[in-house]
């Protein structure tokens, strides 16, 4: 509550999903639609551009064992490192309605759970969507 009260984005908003990583910044997902991160310390609430997140809603945020942030929302899956962004939808062969949530496996592919069933892919491909947004993800899709 204290969090809430010091933050203006945040005082009318309801938060949808929150997560903090290991340099200790919280992100959430708040007003549907909208993310932004409050790093570790006294600085300052950072909203999100929604250009590299999506502009649907926003489910479930994920860090992988690289760092990488991992956000899943209805308009598809976005990977934030350092100040770089990179997204991927239905373009790039994500099924309709996106990515309720993403997690990482031993093996380092990700899963997602979305409208289809459980869609795993290699985290590598994201670097490819990353470099040509024309690319399309090899899918494996658990029904």
Do not use: K, N
Request: charged letters at 25%; zero cysteines; hydrophobic letters at 40%.
């Amino acid at each position: 509550l204290r969090l809430h009260a010091h933050i203006g984005e945040l005082e009318t908003a309801r938060a949808s999903a929150a997560m903090v990583d290991r340099d200790r910044r919280l992100w959430v997902a708040y007003g549907g639609t909208r993310a932004g991160l409050l790093p570790d310390g006294d600085g300052p609430f950072q909203p999100l551009s929604g250009e590299r997140i999506g502009t649907a809603q926003i489910y479930d945020f994920f860090e992988d064992r690289e760092g990488h942030i991992w956000v899943a929302g209805a308009a598809g899956l976005s990977r934030r490192s350092g100040d770089r962004a990179a997204f991927a939808g239905r373009e790039q062969g994500l099924p309709a309605g996106g990515a309720y949530a993403v997690t990482q496996d031993d093996r380092g592919d990700l899963w997602l759970a979305t409208a289809i069933g459980l869609v795993r892919f290699e985290s590598e491909q994201f670097d490819r969507v990353a470099e040509d947004p024309t690319y399309v993800l090899r899918l494996r899709v658990y029904d």
